[in-house]
């Protein structure tokens, strides 16, 4: 039983998912974005880095790399946790 | 997009989707694991082709060694 | 010694790893130049410490790669990462203040396609330096504990 | 210049196909090492891919990640390789 | 031009032709230890061509157009290519040794050394 | 619809994680389906920012006078990866302690166990 609703849910999903699939913009033409425009723009002059993914994770979103960051350091911070009674 | 190109989009994908649906219906664990593998080699080569070589060398470094090596030492530990 | 892998992996693990590990903190210094950075850098270096895990057993690399060194250097780049973060703080948080400044790393970048300069970029390469060491530490000290929990899970079973 | 994309995008074509063959082995191998034969086989395919595809869309720094792959791929099959000679040696 | 042209031509369909051996030989031979000698080898060795006209490409146009880059080009495939030949031999050698420890024997085996020299 | 191809093959992606996180009792098959999920929502942001005739947003030795793809998305990608792997690493320790103390990970025989 509960497994028949679940299974009538995930055929849903995934029909809702197809149907957006066909609803999409086409393959490779996005919206215009002014933001990833003005990013290749001025990141060379802005921030002297070459590489603009580079120059967007550490400079323009550095409040992104540091919220992962963090969450690495959780991640370690739980995985030392449990094991602690089994490694010295 | 010349149809050569079109044609190595939609093969990269083909196969990665053949290599996700292997991975879960396999029974054997280690088999599992070694098609999630090959699903993420393939998703590394669609990265490639999609003019995205930071996340490919992304996907790469992780997906190929310490994915799975954090899968075998737990298949390894909950083996009867 | 048990958990050993045979003498021909051996030998082309002494001849690679530290090939891979150069490799890596190649692409770790020129993250802003070429693709790559702190996060793809630091997993290719966990990477070659796995391979080392792999060849010579947890009980042979024991001695050599001790949790506590990179406990603390895990936070010695999280520490250096927020520090570079609050140097800006004179105009906001996380302000580029060594850009096109002529010091280090402030040489500024040629507009357009260039073959790229190495001393450009301000504190991108630093951070990416910061995090590079962050990222490596914590991955090699998830691979080590993992793999030590796994090896006396199955002992104490037999 | 344009007839060397072409002739760098053929192979990369007839590559594709015979990723697709090896991963037949993939599907059908009856036990763990076939599979694991597949996977290098396609391993080293897709660097070959990789090394071709860079030639033809004329972009010098994308093999970069065939370094990587080509360093990396082969901790993968120390693992599995490790793990299937321990568990014979514990029964 | 045209000459170059052919070389390149040579090198790949020698590359290509391995490579395509390789699969087919993963898909056709009868048990581990025969699909590991004609995946590994075959596609290494088609490797090494494909990447050997990609290198050619690259010194050529460095020399015809003296532009740097098709050298920087030429050169990480040399490093691509010195990596591919130290980790896959290694690759294949550590499989066969797995699978001959995990019981799998091979489809018509007469003689067992391995076994027989018991190399702990 | 060939226009579209990438965003099918997303939905049957995500699609089958979903499967395999409702229907499979596993443990560790259940940590497949979770990475599963994460490739398809990468390979979803990544082709976003796909534009067709560009090349990557680098500057170093770029070919002359190309278009670029959209930065935004990939460096949000590089993020999710990296957290991509310590969450799984996090899930497969939960796993084997779970082991360690029921001696399966069967979710149906640890929740019988439980009561």
Known sequence: MKKSIFGIALIFVLAFMILAAFDMRPFGEPTVSEMDDYYIQNAQAETGANNVVTSIVFDYRGFDTLGEATVLFTAVLGITALFREVVR | MSPMVAFVHIAVLVMMIIAAFLAVILKNLLSAVIALSAASLLLSLEFYLLHAPDVAIAEAGIGAALTMAIFIFAIRATKK | ?158 | MSQFVNIFLIPGVLLMIFILISLFRLILGPTVPDRVVALDTINTLVIAGMILFGAAFDSIIYIDVAIVYALLSYIATLYIAKYMERRTKDK | MTFIFIILSILLIIGIFFNGLGSIGLMRFPDVYTRLHAATKCTTFGSIFTSISVIVFGFYFWKVSGDSKYGVLALHTIVALACLIITNPTGAHAIARAAHRSGVMPKQAVIDDLKEADLE | MIDNFPYIAVAILMGLGFYTLIFKKNLIKIAIGITLIENGANLFLITLGYRKGSVAPIYTQAPEGANMVLPTPQALTLTSIVIGVATTALILSIAMIIYRKYGTINTDEVRRLKE
Do not use: C, R, W
């Open chain 3, 1 to 158: 010694m048990k958990g050993e892998m045979s003498i021909i992996v051996k030998t082309i693990t002494k001849l690679i790893y530290g090939f891979i590990m150069v490799y890596g903190f190649y692409v770790i210094v020129h993250g802003h130049l070429t693709p790559g950075g702190g996060f793809q850098g630091g997993a290719i270096v966990a990477s070659a410490f796995a391979l080392l895990v792999v060849t010579y057993g947890n009980q042979g690399v024991n001695n050599y790669l001790k949790k506590d060194v990179f406990s603390l250097v895990e936070s010695t780049g999280l520490v250096l990462f927020i520090a570079f973060a609050f140097f800006g703080l004179g105009v906001t948080f996380f302000y580029n203040f060594l850009a096109n400044s002529g010091g280090l790393f402030g040489n500024p970048a040629i507009i357009g396609v260039n073959p790229g300069d190495l001393n450009t970029g301000g504190t991108v390469p630093i951070m990416n330096i910061a995090v590079g060491l962050e990222v490596l530490a914590a991955l090699t000290v998830i691979i080590l504990t993992m793999s030590a929990a796994s090896e006396i899970t199955k002992e104490k079973e037999n």
